[in-house]
């Protein structure tokens, strides 16, 4: 039995109303301060669990359980676990190395680091590439979630796909729009609490219905074709270290040089508090990745064990289809509410991450109140900057409605490797090259250019294959280019 469009609509709205509950109580005090860094009074567990529901987002949740069935896919099987364990890696140097040099030098934008290091140009460069990542990336996310809703709820209402996206972007600014990070890092929680709760319903259900318990889903995925993790031929895009490297530095960039989810960890008391919320978030998350990957092969099991094995034309289509349309309504209902959550709890602290950026490293707000601008019109600015960015991501949406056609999961992590890479090679520089001054100029855009736009030739048109793995190439040839361009430093460096 499905739910109907009317019944859909009315989960969203009740939802809808929570939240904007919370943010008319984190959102009093609309200052830059709170909004920016929420004064730094963040409890550090809460931002971890948060953070959980934050890095799923709408692609893990709908994307990684349809993908499982995919087994042509480089995240077909369980082969997404070989990512999940680099990640940890990843998250460790997050932790040691990244995190306290943030809290060192007491940033709001994590990017104000390379001007500190480097200069201004260098300092736009990875702004810039930051706003790029990350508008594209949450566009990724929430355009996932408006297909399926558009599917089961606007298509039967005969509502535009631009209406859909329109409608949820404008909930998303309109209760972000005061509180910001103060007013995230509470709604993530909520967020990823109706995720969880999403999956665990979904699974009773599925070990419910067919007799099996706790032990009886582990053994029954164990023993499918589907739970195949490692993979050691080095010619295919699954391969172990290509997959677990890329992981690794995926967690670094994707997190440790994203301004959206360091934001969350910078709004902590201090670092020690930031260094235990980092590491407990990393154990948490690799148990929840492999309980997303596990939900897919027992939603294939179900269906064959059902004998309606369908497999949409989307493999994100999957979950959605098997939660609305197979399952009883109080699982389709559980599933909705974890599917919203994930769309606003990933748009969200983007959406407040991209205005936090461009107000601080292109408007230059810290700057303007240390010679004089006004609290009142330095927040009118930013209304506007939120605006912005919630057009533009709109945009960017409608435009991939057009265009996409692979897994978003494997889409997403595709163009990551290309639009972070500069961030990597650019960091990596400042941080581990203490000896050395690049010559800030306009060959730093230039090459953070160049170097994404050579590794797509290298892994397009040689029989180099390196996946997800592109990643670190790009990192090391925006590594070498700066090295071409630097000197021997006078004195030692940040």
Sequence with gaps: MSLSPAV?????????????????????????????????????YVVAFGMIGASLSGVTFISIPGVIGNFSSVNGQFSYMQ??????????????????????????????YL???????????????????RTIGASFRLFLVALVLQQFVFDELGVHFVVNVLFTLLLIW??????????????????????????????????????????????????????KMFFGDVAQDKFFLKQFMSGAFIAICMTGLDQDMMQKNNSCKNIGEAQLNMFSFSVVLFFVNLLFVSLGALLYLYAEAKGFMLVPARTDHMFPTMAIEYFPPFIGVVFLIGLIAAAYSSADSALTALT?????????????????TSDKELENTR??????????????????????????????????????GPLLGLYAFGLFIKDRQIRDSILVPIICIAAPLTGYLLNTYTPINLGFAVLLLNGMLTFAGLWAISEKATVERL
């Design 8 to 44: 859909i609509i009315g989960i969203i709205i009740v939802y809808m109303l929570v939240l904007f509950c919370i943010s008319w109580l984190t959102g009093k005090d609309s200052s830059n301060s709170a909004f920016f860094l929420g004064k730094k009074e963040s409890p550090w």
């Design 115 to 133: 001007e500190k290091r480097f200069g201004t140009w260098s300092y736009k460069t990875g702004a810039a590439f930051f706003l790029l990542s």
């Design 383 to 420: 209304y506007k900057v939120h605006i912005g960015f919630t057009i533009l991501v709109l945009l960017v949406i409608i435009i991939f409605n057009y265009v996409l056609e692979r897994e978003v999961i494997s889409s997403l992590f595709m163009v990551a490797t290309y639009t972070y």
């Design 174 to 227: 309109l209760y972000t729009l005061k509180g910001g990070i103060r007013t995230i890092v509470w709604t993530d929680t909520l967020q990823t609490t109706f995720m969880l709760l999403a999956v665990f319903a979904t699974l009773y259900w599925i070990g419910k219905d067919l007799g099996w318990g706790i032990s009886g889903m582990v053994s029954a995925v164990a023993d499918s074709d589907y739970s």
């Design 83 to 112: 990512i999940a364990l680099g990640y940890m890696v990843g998250y460790a140097v997050i932790a040691l190395v990244l995190m306290p040099m943030y809290y060192r030098l007491n940033l709001t934008s994590i990017y104000t």
């Design 356 to 372: 936090t950026s461009f107000c601080i490293d292109f408007l230059g707000f810290e700057k303007k109140a240390l010679t004089g």
